[in-house]
């Protein structure tokens, strides 16, 4: 069974910074495009950021500049740092991998990031 384990959300200000990791077990990581995404209070869940085994990344243009999303493929792990949050950017985060062939993905359970103002 794979699994995909999100930890470092919480309750932070309004500028303040988070590291989002997503641990990955029983998948061959590194054949994975990993990804992170997020769905606010009655709103569709959407992309934050991307990242392939060969690093090349990709963001939300609401996010670029402010997150950065990083793997190491040693650890089976993925990482948001996230700086400058708003407020906007509060929502429950979830990890996803998906098979760099087949195109088959996984989702973590999410965690909840809240940035008050």
């Known amino acids: 069974q794979v699994q995909l384990v999100e930890s470092g959300g919480g309750l932070v200000h309004t500028g303040g910074s988070l590291r989002l990791s997503c641990a990955a077990s029983r998948i061959s990581f590194s054949a994975y495009v990993m990804g992170w995404y997020r769905q606010a209070p009655g709103k569709q869940r959407e992309l934050v950021a991307t990242i392939t085994s060969a690093d090349s990344t990709n963001y939300a243009d609401s996010v670029k500049g402010r997150f950065t999303i990083s793997r190491d493929n040693a650890k089976n792990t993925v990482y948001l740092q996230m700086n400058s949050l708003k407020p906007e950017d509060t929502a429950v985060y979830y990890c996803?991998?998906?098979?760099?062939?087949?195109?088959?993905?996984?989702w973590g359970q999410g965690t909840q990031v809240t940035v008050s103002s």
């Open positions: 996803r991998a998906e098979h760099t062939l087949f195109k088959y993905a996984y």
